[in-house]
């Protein structure tokens, strides 16, 4: 009943509705399928006038006549509009990169494994990179001192990134692929071994390059990474 008001409330005219009997002759339903469960018939409607199998919207009033189909009315569509999602988002803190869609946060004055363990207590790891893009995003994210021009473990930055036996196996701690790399000249140099990030210019290397690094020490950050929720 509500859609009828609605609709008889959008024309100046009468038009075309969905109701028809030509699917099925002699009996009224509606062109989409879905079920003839309301009907607003004019009084002596629908009539059985041979060839009046399409139903139309009497203005005012909003009552439904017969009509032979071949005559020309405006007409109203309707169409199903699927609920919009709810729009996921990054904790606070977290900065979302819309190229991945994924959440990355930046820590600071841990080691590897500690800063692991901070990424799984916020349901996330260390992060993984897999293009230049989120490469230079993560980068671009930590903090820079550019009055520290010295090589120092203060700008360098834990990422995902480990190797368990032969120093050149690596991988990343959330399972992903190790699908790109970017490490600087000379690395991986086989030390024992998880991955950094070497931010700053400084170490003799370019920018958004990454190093190999004793897993117990402390470096000045880390980054978490995560889908939103």
């Known amino acids: 009943m509500f859609d009828n008001s609605f609709i ?5 005219a009468d038009f075309w509705i ?27 409607q629908p009539n059985n006038v041979s060839g009046a199998d399409c139903g139309s919207m009497t203005i005012p009033g909003g009552a439904w006549t017969a009509n032979p189909c071949y005559n020309e009315k405006p007409f ?11 729009q996921k988002k990054c904790p606070n803190n977290w900065s979302y990169f819309d190229k991945t869609g994924y ?26 990179i897999h293009s230049l893009d989120e490469n230079s995003f993560v980068t671009n994210i930590i903090p820079f001192n550019p009055n520290n021009h010295e090589c120092n473990m203060e700008q360098w930055v834990w990422i995902g990134l480990f190797t368990v036996t032969n120093k050149t196996d690596w991988r990343w701690i959330d399972g992903t692929p190790y699908n790109y790399s970017a490490w600087a000249p000379g690395r991986p140099a086989g030390y024992p ?32 990474k995560k889908l939103p929720s």
Not at 76 to 81: A, M, Q
Not at 110 to 122: A, F, I, R, V
Not at 197 to 221: H, I, R, Y
């Open 193 to 224: 071994i998880c991955g950094v990030l070497w931010n700053g210019p400084s170490c003799k290397a370019p920018l958004e390059t990454w190093a190999d690094g004793l897993c117990g020490v402390v470096f000045g950050f880390y980054i978490c």
């Open 76 to 86: 109203i569509c309707s169409i199903n509009v699927a609920p919009t999602p709810p």
């Open 8 to 12: 008889s409330e959008q024309g100046d």
């Open 103 to 128: 959440c990355y946060f930046v820590g600071t004055n841990k080691t590897w494994g500690e800063s692991e363990d901070y990424c799984l207590s916020q349901n996330s790891h260390l992060a993984s």
């Open 18 to 44: 969905g109701a028809n009997r030509l699917l099925t002759p002699g009996i009224w339903g509606w062109i989409d399928g879905s079920p003839f469960t309301f009907t607003d018939w004019d009084k002596g």
